[in-house]
């Protein structure tokens, strides 16, 4: 009885010293911050494509179709 529990501890202790000897790094907070940066990252970047669209592409394709419509021959 005493050798099974004792057994059980060893294996316990042995987890734990594995546990803490890994040296990979790759945690729920690094995977946090990446999906965070990425998802930032990917907000300016519509938000730069919506103001680019809005203010300088429509207005030019917007008055280049009503130049075309705006024939007075």
């Known amino acids: 009885m005493f ?5 059980k501890v060893n294996g316990a ?3 734990v010293k594995t546990a803490i000897a890994n040296k990979r790094a790759e ?6 911050v ?3 940066i990425a998802v930032v990252i990917g907000a ?15 207005l030019s394709v917007t008055s280049k ?3 075309l419509f705006n024939y007075k021959g």
């Not at 050798?3 to 057994?7: D, F, G, H, M």
């Not at 945690?27 to 946090?32: P, T």
Request: charged content about 15%; glycine content about 8%.
């Open 44 to 58: 300016l970047l519509l938000a730069g494509l919506y103001v680019l669209f809005n203010s300088t592409i429509m």
């Open 3 to 7: 050798k099974k529990i004792r057994n």
């Open 34 to 36: 990446k999906i965070l």
């Open 13 to 15: 202790v042995l987890s």
């Open 65 to 67: 179709i009503q130049e």
């Open 27 to 32: 945690g729920y907070v690094d995977s946090g």
